[in-house]
């Protein structure tokens, strides 16, 4: 017997990269973006700017990369605690844990015949996959992976942040203000259509999103900065 090809694309195994490059990019272009239109609105020269530019791309890198790290960390050393756990409780109480998993099955809608031969089936195959998956929740698709989710932040971050420094080095000296404000929102608006892309999601809601809580950022820190005067040395 033959079967047609139903090929269906997915997006759930995209959670873990996906979320790590957006957040750094969208932390990249909001927060250098707004601590160059800070420090502009209070009279800082150009060269200020750059240099404030580039130590905001450095420390906010390095600072994405070890905080994405540290919280990915954490919850794989729970997957892996909770899998350990699970592991024991399968040498010492197998036929306890059989009834926990077809229990599992009979709450998903099984007959109590079919769930009790699903997780005997499953349980032969590989049981603390089984209970990984359906009693805990872990799978392969959405489990943590910390040096990933560092490396992405990081990079994504940087990518992010060389918007408004290269808006900085290729704007005359009098239109680098307006010029990292429109190269912030531009690059902006696409990062949240390319997110949403990826996301299997409206480009233009996506698109806006992301914009309108990086101007409200950006206007916020420029009216900050606004309330200091910087006297140019």
């Known amino acids: 017997m033959s079967y047609s090809q139903h090929p269906e694309q997915h997006f759930i195994h995209r959670t873990g990269w996906l979320r ?74 197998p036929h306890l844990e059989l009834k926990e998993l077809t229990q599992i099955y009979i709450h998903r809608g099984l007959s109590p015949e079919l769930a009790h031969e699903v997780a005997v089936q499953l349980t ?63 690059s902006l608006a696409l990062l949240g259509a390319l997110s949403s892309y990826y996301a299997g999601t409206s480009l233009w809601k996506g698109s806006l999103r992301v914009t309108m809580s990086g101007i409200l950022a950006m206007a916020f820190s420029s009216w900050i900065g606004s309330l200091f005067q910087v006297t140019p040395l």
Not at 165 to 171: A, H, K, P, R, V
């Open 20 to 93: 790590a490059s957006v957040l750094g990019a969208n932390d990249g272009i909001i927060s250098v973006t707004s601590l160059v239109m800070g420090m502009a609105a209070s009279g800082a020269s150009t060269h200020t700017l750059l240099i404030t530019c580039i130590a905001g791309l450095i420390s906010g890198a390095t600072s994405m990369a070890a905080g994405e790290y540290i919280s990915v960390k954490s919850q794989a050393d729970i997957e892996e605690a909770d899998l350990k756990f699970e592991a024991q409780e399968l040498d010492r109480n």
């Open 124 to 186: 032969a195959k590989d049981a603390l996959a089984a209970h990984a998956r359906d009693e805990i929740g872990i799978v392969d698709a959405t489990s943590a992976k910390p040096i990933q989710a560092a490396l992405y932040s990081a990079l994504s971050f940087s990518m992010g942040a060389l918007f408004p420094t290269l808006s900085i080095l290729f704007t005359p000296e009098q239109y680098i203000e307006s010029s990292v404000i429109i190269v912030g929102v531009i």
